[in-house]
């Protein structure tokens, strides 16, 4: 069934815990993490890349997510991550993303205010004023659709990061730009991370005591399950995920792929571990977040 982004989150912290959202590239993934989330009884979010949807097959797998979510047994959102082309986001929600994220991270301040609420008045003016925005203040290391960096090096965390979310602009740009969630800078990276992650969570705390608008934990693949536990406490509702999910889909592909050629060429067999794979990290991370 659809599921309105801010409600699931919403609702998911009045009991305690979060909604992970989860990078989809291709259809088999959102099958798998779709069940497991209708096997677990929970919500879930699918996440679609700009890159992705800049496509016109990127368009397509969109509206094929919006299907599949429409007739799941559980709330699903489709949500376009880390937007800022408007017109790559104008033709994502036609095609079936129901919330954006406006991504304006990487500008200063006030540009990144500018362009949230120029995207919000885009949609708006376009019809679509039910579809939910999310922003982003700080800036996170690394990219989301790769887990190295340029040169093949995991990211650092913590300190080292510049760009951590500054609590004290926190209040004003949550009201400046009308986001219903905002993605965090503490300490999280996009991609792996180099050595042991390190969160600020005396940050996190600090940015959650200076805004009732939930918050959203990118960069969440490698954060250890014990720390990624608590961070429902700290008004973070959604978490993302897409870096352990594609390792471990191409680790099973490296694995399975000669067994399965030798197989009589046998694709369904292998799309059936693949489809396992994702499985089974989608429903261990609903587990994980709704404990």
């Known amino acids: 069934m659809r599921g309105k982004l801010d409600q699931m989150v919403s609702s998911a912290l009045n009991s ?13 993934t959102a099958l798998a993490v779709v069940g497991a989330a209708e096997e677990a009884g929970l919500g879930v979010i699918l996440l679609v890349a700009p890159k992705t949807a800049s496509t016109p097959n990127g368009l397509r797998l969109i509206a094929a997510l919006r299907g599949l979510a429409d007739h799941a047994s559980i709330p699903v959102s489709v949500q376009l991550d880390h937007a800022s082309d408007l017109k790559v986001i104008l033709e994502s929600v036609t095609a079936g993303a129901d919330a954006v994220l406006a991504d304006g991270s990487s500008l200063p301040y006030e540009d990144n205010i500018a362009l949230v609420r120029e995207i919000r008045a885009a949609l708006d003016t376009q019809g679509a004023t039910d579809v939910v925005i999310e922003a982003e203040l700080g ?9 190295f960096g340029a040169e093949g090096s995991a990211h650092d965390a913590g300190t080292s990061v510049a760009g951590l979310t500054n609590p004290a602009q926190v209040a004003d740009f949550v009201e ?10 503490v300490g999280n990276v996009h991609g792996k991370y180099k050595g042991e992650p390190n969160i600020r969570w005396d940050v996190l705390q600090e940015v959650a005591a200076q805004t009732e608008v939930p918050l959203v934990l990118h960069g969440a693949s490698g954060i250890p399950a014990d720390q990624l536990a608590k961070a429902p406490s700290m008004n973070v509702g959604k978490v993302n995920f897409n870096t352990e999910l594609r390792t471990g889909i191409l680790s099973t592909l490296e694995a399975e792929t000669a067994a399965h050629r030798a197989d009589g060429e046998n694709l369904q067999g292998l799309l059936a571990r693949w489809n396992g794979s994702a499985a089974t990290f989608a429903g261990a991370t609903l587990e994980l977040l709704s404990a």
């Open 176 to 185: 400046r730009t009308g986001a219903q969630l905002l993605a965090v800078a």
């Open 139 to 147: 800036g996170l290391a690394g990219d989301e659709d790769k887990a």
């Open 16 to 28: 305690g815990s979060a909604v992970p959202a989860f990078t989809c590239y291709d259809f088999t």
